[in-house]
């Protein structure tokens, strides 16, 4: 039996990407801020506005493994691409540039899936905010 996220994502709504986007943000905050509640709902809620843009490339099956990718990503290496595979799926997160933008680190990167022969890329960026939760912009 499916849970409520698989049966909207499988039903193709918007809504399981928040959802699971919003997850995926509530992991990034805790993992930058150590578990420190503000940064674990502030992460969800923003996780969500990228679940929600990029999942609709992303088949249900494939998320989770894209998701963990970018988290990798955005705490990682810039210029380093991080990889995801799954099934007849894969694709990829990179940060391509970091800076400053008044006082917050921010980071640029381009998001890459592969899916049914066909490439779907988004480009963007994302800044960490003080308390160590990433917007994306």
């Known amino acids: 039996r499916h849970g409520e996220y698989e049966q909207s994502c499988r039903g193709g709504n918007t809504v399981a990407g928040t ?17 420190n509640g503000g940064a674990v709902v502030g992460g969800a ?3 969500g506005l990228l679940g929600n843009t990029v999942s609709r490339e992303i088949d249900c099956d494939d998320q989770p493994y894209a998701f963990r990718t970018y988290s990798d990503g955005l705490n990682g290496d810039v210029g380093r691409r991080y990889d995801w595979n799954h ?3 894969r694709g990829y997160f990179q940060p391509t540039r970091e800076y400053q933008r008044s006082g917050t680190q921010c980071r640029d990167f381009t998001e890459t899936t592969y899916r049914n022969d066909r490439q779907f890329t988004h480009s963007g960026t994302a800044c960490r905010t003080s308390d160590g939760q990433w917007r994306f912009d």
């Open 87 to 89: 099934g007849r799926s």
């Open 45 to 47: 809620v923003l996780g």
């Open 19 to 35: 959802i699971f986007g919003a997850a995926a943000g509530g992991v990034i905050g805790s993992a930058v801020s150590h578990g």
